[in-house]
């Protein structure tokens, strides 16, 4: 397998992981919001 393919893969888990993060934290204001 190529360097750049591993490290192509790399960023793409990071970018997902970095959206699933994004959006729980956008959960939890949202939540709290309609608890007020």
Do not use: P, W
């Not at 393919?5 to 793409?12: N, S």
């Not at 970018?15 to 919001?33: D, K, R, W």
């Amino acid at each position: 397998m190529d360097d750049t393919v591993i490290e192509h893969q790399k960023c793409e888990i990071c970018f997902g992981f970095m959206v699933v993060e994004h959006v729980h934290l956008l959960i939890i204001i949202s939540n709290h919001a309609k608890r007020k």
